[in-house]
């Protein structure tokens, strides 16, 4: 398979057909209730490869945060910026994760579409 590059890291397109296969997306398909028990169980690497593959622009990867000046992202940061990612688009969303309201909170991701 060919790799695109996309800024500076080589991401490879998944085709449409492949995609019920692959993790990210299946990532992207589950419940709210099931995307908040997955991504609390997530290592935090999965968590900011998931975020630096959705956003190829963002500050996620630590040595791209440092390099501009922030702290990297902990693991329960990571795992909050991508229940949120998955979820700020979903009409049905209230803006918690679990008991916590996240939309107040400051993250290196938008709480709105």
């Not at 290592?43 to 959705?54: D, F, V």
């Amino acid at each position: 398979m060919k790799k695109y590059y996309y800024a500076r890291r080589p991401y490879p397109i998944v085709y449409e057909e492949k995609r019920v296969n692959d993790w990210r997306y299946q990532l992207m398909d589950l419940p709210e209730d099931a995307l908040l028990e997955k991504v609390n169980a997530m290592l935090r690497e999965k968590l900011i490869e998931w975020l630096a593959w959705n956003d190829v622009h963002g500050l996620f990867l630590d040595e791209d945060s440092i390099a501009e000046g922030y702290e990297p992202l902990t693991k329960e940061h990571a795992a909050i910026c991508v229940f949120v990612v998955m979820m700020r688009d979903r009409g049905s969303w209230n803006g918690y994760m679990g008991g916590i309201y996240v939309k107040d909170i400051s993250l290196a991701v938008s709480t709105e579409v």
